[in-house]
């Protein structure tokens, strides 16, 4: 069983920050690439940022320069650090992570359950 778990949302005024995170368990033989998604009432889901498993990252036009997304391989975490936040930024953000699991050698994606990020004005 793999699971992702996210948390650090909540409800902060404009131009405050938040920082995510999202731990991954379970039987893990490797992490690929991960990303954080988010998605507001009535909208799709859209790709915030993708973190590879060398670091390398992009972000979306609309959270440049004001999110960072790290990860930690050690700890099978990831981050997403929010600053300057916006009241659009309010959505649930999801976590996705390419998995290969022990035992079974086949890679694939797994999401986390959400958490909310709500940004008032």
């Known amino acids: 069983q793999v699971q992702l778990v996210e948390s650090g949302g909540g409800l902060v005024q404009a131009g405050g920050s938040l920082r995510l995170s999202c731990v991954a368990s379970?039987?893990?033989?490797?992490?690929?690439?991960m990303r954080w998604y988010r998605q507001a009432p009535g909208k799709q889901r859209e790709l915030v940022a993708v973190?590879?498993?060398?670091?390398?990252?992009v972000y979306a036009d609309s959270v440049k320069g004001r999110f960072t997304i790290s990860r930690d391989n050690a700890k099978k975490t990831m981050y997403l650090q929010m600053n300057s936040l916006k009241p659009e930024d309010t959505a649930a953000y999801y976590c996705?992570?390419?998995?290969?699991?022990?035992?079974?050698?086949?890679?694939?994606?797994?999401w986390g359950q959400g958490t909310q990020v709500t940004v008032s004005s």
């Open positions: 996705n992570a390419d998995i290969t699991v022990l035992g079974i050698y086949t890679t694939k994606g797994y």
């Open positions: 379970g039987s893990i033989l490797s992490i690929g690439g």
């Open positions: 973190i590879s498993s060398g670091g390398s990252t």
